[in-house]
Every structure is written in structure tokens, then in C-alpha cells.
């Protein structure tokens, strides 16, 4: 019998979602990214909105920081699209919905969602249950981390060809991962073909927040632990530099949150900001 449980997306990957969701509902236009399509294959029940984690005002630094880092992978994309990048790669897809939201971009790509088996079986079903589907440029690719499975190696029987550039994109996740896990991965996307892009999100240590935002991540870091998937590892922008220049990466950039609220949010006059934390690293081979 399939343990439904065991299968769906973890409460991190919802909740991305949700705010995604959130951001359309609650926020005044002009939207940073218009994105309910999540909330469709997450499909929480009706009471929703009414969870803590949900709360507009509580939960608005985040939520503006979530549609932040969305809108700029997918501006990141778009740009390597129109340079001829045919390869896009998630690592913890989670509840990505790009394929789905972005169909005029991703029919000029080949689109590798990589993620544990039970969240993918279970996503499948979802976009099959709604209607969308598994076009034949958008592939789903399991990998048991747990068991040591080669994520490329995998990749590549999928159909990727790491002789081609790509685009791969890791948000959320590092923070989950020991340094030696995030130094490794670093290495092999560093080896693919030149003209390859990473952007990968890692979280700053608290010294380096503003303090107002200090108790959310503290909130979040004991969130995290009791529910058995504690943060692991921080790094400062310098730290995470040199990570990817040792692994071999040929140029390597530091992407603020600030300077991504400058970008997306300086003209809103109703106060929304992403909260500070989270940071991109933008690398290329």
C-alpha cells in the first residue's frame, strides 16, 4: 500500500507555495510574480489562510522574500533562454510550477525537475489530476539522496547532456545540507559544460541581519528542528564565494536580498520588503 504521507511535498515546499499564493491575494498590484498555481497542486483545505504561517502582516517580509528569489530565477532564465541555453535544472523542485506558469519559455527549453521519489510520484499525479500534464520537455527526475543516488548521473539518463550549457538552480536548500554536501554539489555543476549558470540560495548567519528580521529566522530555525529538518549550515557572502570559486566555478557573483528588493520593490508604496537572510549566489562555469 503507497504511504500518501511519506509521498507529499514537505511543509516547507507548501508553504513556499501558499505565500506565492499569498502574495497574489493580499498584496496590492503591480505583483512580483503571479504564481497560484501552486496553492492549485498543494490544494490545502479551506481554512488555509487562517494558519499562523499564513498570517498578511506577521508573515510579509517572507512572503515578499519568496516572490523575490522566484522572479529573479525566472528573470535569470528568461536571459539564458534568449542566449540560446536550451537546459534548465531545479534542484529540489519542490512545488516549482515554471513549466506550468511559463509555457512560452519553457517550450524553448528542456525543463529537469529533480526531487525525492514520493514528492515527485505525488506531484506527477497532481499534474495529471488537474490537467496539465508531463509535456515531453518537462521531465521529472527522481533521486533518493538518502540512499547516495547520483543526482547527475541520473540527470543524464533523463536525457540531460552535460555537454550542453545549462541553467541549474538550487533555492531553499543548503541551509538543510552540510558544507561538505553543498561543496560537493558546487563541484559537480562547476564540471559542466562552460557557459553553465548556477544560482543557489544560502542563508546568512543572524549577525548579519537586520535586526528586526533576527526573530523570524529564530522562529524558523526552531520551526525547522522540531519538525526533524533542522538548518544545518550558514555562510557569510564571503565564505560562500570561495566555496564556489575552490570548487572551480570560472566566475563567481554575490546577489543580495537587498539588491533584490531594489529591484522588485523600490517603487511600492505599500511598505513591502523582503526580509533579509537569504542570498543568492550567481556562479558560471
Known amino acids: 500500500m503507497t504511504d500518501e504521507q511519506s509521498e507529499a511535498p514537505d511543509h516547507t515546499a507548501v508553504r513556499t507555495a501558499l505565500w506565492r499564493a ?43 522574500a519568496v516572490v523575490a528569489r522566484a522572479r529573479f ?44 521519489p514520493g514528492p515527485q510520484a505525488w506531484k506527477r499525479r497532481r499534474l ?11 521531465h521529472l527526475v527522481p533521486v533518493d539522496f538518502e540512499a547516495s543516488e547520483d543526482w547527475l548521473e541520473k540527470l543524464t539518463v533523463a536525457g ?8 541549474v538552480v538550487s533555492t531553499g536548500v543548503t541551509m538543510y545540507l ?16 562552460p557557459g553553465s549558470t548556477l544560482a543557489m540560495t544560502f542563508l546568512l548567519p543572524p549577525d548579519l541581519l537586520d535586526a528586526a528580521d533576527r526573530p523570524g529566522l529564530r522562529a524558523s530555525k526552531d520551526g525547522a528542528q522540531a ?20 570548487a572551480g566555478f570560472a ?9 533584490l528588493a531594489e529591484r522588485y520593490f523600490a517603487a511600492r508604496t505599500d511598505g513591502l520588503r523582503p526580509s533579509t537572510g537569504e542570498d543568492f549566489l550567481l556562479a558560471t562555469t
Open 22 to 64: 499569498m502574495h497574489v491575494r493580499v498584496d496590492p498590484p503591480p505583483h512580483v510574480l503571479e504564481d497560484e498555481t501552486g496553492l492549485r497542486l498543494a490544494a490545502p483545505d479551506d481554512g488555509w489562510r487562517h494558519r499562523p504561517d499564513m498570517d498578511p502582516q506577521a508573515t510579509r517580509g517572507f512572503r515578499a
Open 73 to 116: 530565477v525566472e528573470d535569470l532564465i528568461t536571459e539564458q533562454a534568449g542566449r540560446g541555453v536550451t537546459q534548465y535544472v531545479v534542484l529540489g523542485a519542490g512545488l516549482d510550477t515554471f513549466a506550468q506558469r511559463r509555457p512560452e519559455i519553457a517550450a524553448r527549453l528542456r525543463v529537469f525537475e529533480v526531487d525525492r
Open 128 to 138: 495529471a489530476d488537474l490537467g496539465y500534464g508531463i509535456p515531453d520537455r518537462l
Open 160 to 167: 540531460f547532456d552535460p555537454g550542453l550549457p545549462a541553467v
Open 178 to 193: 552540510t558544507e561538505d554536501a553543498t561543496a560537493a554539489t558546487l563541484r559537480r555543476i562547476a564540471g559542466l559544460a
Open 227 to 246: 519538525s526533524g529538518t533542522p538548518f544545518i549550515s550558514f555562510y557569510t557572502p564571503a565564505e560562500m564565494l570561495t566555496s564556489a570559486r575552490d
Open 251 to 259: 566566475d563567481v557573483r554575490h546577489v543580495s536580498g537587498s539588491s
